[in-house]
């Protein structure tokens, strides 16, 4: 296994706001990683890079790279070079006062010890192949010039040009255009498929999850409510909250009106409530939801959905 | 670039001629007559018309303007009315103390408030910045007549490593120059403590460490060189406020500056002279605006793309 992720948690002062977290991920592998905002998906994602530290939170559990259980400094040495970031809002994720082409030939210099000139060469080659026109002249620009887009893709080639075996995208597309989403989501499918690497998205998109990924791991309020391949889980989601999630799909023939969210927010640590998190805004849960925490395993529910037959 | 600074240093001649306007009339309406100072006790009226025709008091205001300005420009600031000296020979005297006084202790105060603020920033809430900070407050609430006092009781009194007063060779500097010091690295210190701290927190940082920079790095190269914008603006405004603001240094120091000549012709209703003093400072503000412009620019490419 490339990532294997046990019992992940983290601590920030008195309060945990992540438990329990467990996933794998292989080399070519996507795994999606998803949950409404608050449910713990980016600090899933600093806990695997080795960042807690600076939002000032504590690991819990353990983060296996190749097989090799890491702690801190271990993962600040892979960070950059075999782990890598792409973050949610690429028009902040660049430093604003740095030309584009040498934040990523940096990365090239610091971890695979090329000279200038040859960092400089791989930058330009890696930007032509995410689709960047004149990737000399854009290169050379500062980040305000550039769309939202082309920084997006600035990122993903410096997340790519320390030859990475893992990225962690956090909801990379979600500050883009619909449309330039669509591109953005193509490229990094495309990039795992040839590169063989392995990517966890993190998204609430379920329509993005249901195009590319390989297995799902759904989230709610700091913990694991299913992990399943997404084949299964689109056709038969066995968490009342995967299920309610995909009902919040838009689909064709859908009668106008008819699309629902789910009721209520997520509650924030402070307020998580005892038993199966997600209870109080169950249309399933009953007096053992609200007292005993559900098992955990594929999906953590004590009144799991029945597989339709056939 | 280029470009940019031409138009810059052109927008100066509207600012100077505006300001000169406004140093000439501030002075003519303030009540009271150089005059009264210049007549002998029991002098007649003709008396005082003699004298105000030598120094071109009896002609209407705008003449006044057009020659002193005209002098101005040809380097010509006039003849103090109490000493009857040449201005400019006077301002010739006390503008190179209050350069080496002011420029001195900006430059201290630039470069031990950036390494303090710094520090500072790095050790958030652990000791070295509760110390730093503890200094800080000092520094800003300190009155710096006083804190002059206290430096020439223990160092040239008790100690006698300075000279207690006078602006004769650099030992004469040192104290003036940490007294005004003090307070401005405490607040060039405070600056670039809390613009780190708000630098530290961004987006583009946390993709930083994700890239594997070492930590030192992303602090020194990204962070600082972040927190030094809102730092230089600061700086830029001192430069006026450092060469005429240091009076009360220079009264306890005995030492001759812009500041104590600007008070004392001032008391005296010495016109020409208060008009090139105050002349002299705002084009003290004046150059450091445009220093501070120029930094600005060649420090964020966002700044010169909003030049075009």
Redesign the interface.
């Known amino acids: 296994m490339l990532l294997s992720v046990e019992n992940l948690g983290v601590k920030i002062g008195a309060v945990q706001p992540l438990e329990g977290i467990g996933f794998a991920l292989d080399r070519g592998e996507i795994l999606g990683l998803v949950g409404e905002s608050g449910s713990g998906k980016s600090l899933t994602a600093l806990a695997c ?1 080795g ?1 807690l530290g ?1 939002i000032g939170g504590q690991r819990l559990g353990t983060v296996a790279f190749d097989g090799v259980v890491q702690d801190e400094a271990g993962l ?6 075999k782990i ?2 792409i ?1 949610q ?1 690429p028009m ?7 030309r584009v082409g040498e934040q990523i030939a ?2 090239a210099r ?2 695979l010890g090329t000279t200038p000139a040859a960092a400089r060469a791989r930058t330009l080659d890696l930007m032509t192949q995410l689709r960047i026109p004149e990737a000399a002249a854009v290169a050379d620009s ?1 980040p ?2 550039l769309s939202g887009g082309m920084k997006q893709r600035i ?1 993903i080639a ?1 997340a790519l040009a ?1 030859e990475p075996e893992l990225i962690i995208a956090d909801e990379p597309t979600t500050a883009l255009d619909v449309t330039v989403q669509a591109q953005i989501v193509q490229i990094l499918g495309q990039l795992v498929r040839q590169r063989g690497l392995g990517l966890v998205l993190i998204t609430h998109d379920m329509g993005v999850v249901a195009q590319v990924c390989d297995r799902v791991a759904v989230l709610y309020a700091g913990r694991l409510a299913e992990t399943r391949e997404v084949g299964d889980l689109f056709s038969a989601p066995r968490h009342p909250y995967s299920a309610a999630l995909i009902a919040c799909i838009p689909r064709e023939g859908m009668a106008p009106g008819s699309l629902t969210g789910i009721p209520g927010a997520v509650p924030s640590v402070a307020l998580y409530p005892p038993g199966c998190r997600f209870h109080p805004r169950c249309p399933r849960a009953d007096a053992l939801c609200a007292t005993t925490p559900p098992p955990q395993g594929a999906f953590a529910c004590h009144h799991p959905l029945e597989v339709p037959h056939g | 670039m280029l470009d940019y600074l031409v138009r810059r240093v052109l927008l100066l001649l509207p600012v100077f001629l505006a300001v000169s306007v406004v140093i000439f009339l501030i002075l003519h309406l303030i009540p009271g007559d150089p005059i009264d100072n210049l007549l002998k006790v029991g002098s007649g009226p003709e008396a005082r018309a003699k004298i105000a025709a030598k120094y071109g008091l009896d002609q209407p205001l705008p003449v006044q303007y057009g020659i002193w300005l005209w002098g101005v420009l040809q380097g010509d600031l006039g003849t103090s009315i109490i000493t009857r000296r040449p201005v400019a020979v006077m301002i010739g005297q006390v503008i190179g103390p209050s350069l080496a006084l002011g420029g001195m202790a900006l430059a201290i105060s630039s470069l031990g408030g950036i390494v303090l603020g710094a520090v500072a920033a790095s050790f958030r809430d652990r000791w070295p910045d509760q110390l730093i900070m503890g200094g800080v407050l000092l520094g800003s609430t300190l009155p710096s007549f006083w804190l002059g006092l206290l430096l020439i009781l223990g160092f040239s009194v008790e100690l006698g490593w300075f000279p207690v007063s006078g602006a004769r060779g650099w030992a004469s500097l040192v104290l003036p120059v940490a007294t005004i010091a003090f307070g401005g690295i405490a607040l060039v210190t405070r600056v670039t403590r809390v613009a780190m701290i708000e630098a530290a927190s ?12 070492p930590p030192r790095r992303i602090r020194l190269a ?1 962070v600082l ?2 927190a030094l914008m809102p730092v230089v603006t600061i700086l830029a405004l001192r430069i006026g406020w450092v060469l005429g603001g240091a009076v009360t240094v220079e009264y306890v120091f005995a030492r001759p500056g812009l500041g104590s000549l600007l008070i004392k012709s001032l008391s005296q209703h010495d016109y020409p002279v208060v008009q090139a003093c105050l002349l002299m400072l705002a084009i003290a503000v004046m150059l450091g605006t445009l220093l501070g412009d120029i930094t600005q620019a060649l ?4 700044v010169r ?1 909003a030049l075009r």
């Open positions: 890079m960042l600076l600040a040495r892979l960070r950059g070079r890598a970031l973050t809002n902040t994720a660049l430093d604003p006062v740095q940096v990365v610091l971890h500062y305000h010039q990122v410096m320390g | 961004r987006d583009f940082v946390l993709l930083l460490h994700a890239k594997g920079l990204h060189r972040h420090m964020d490419p966002r793309s």
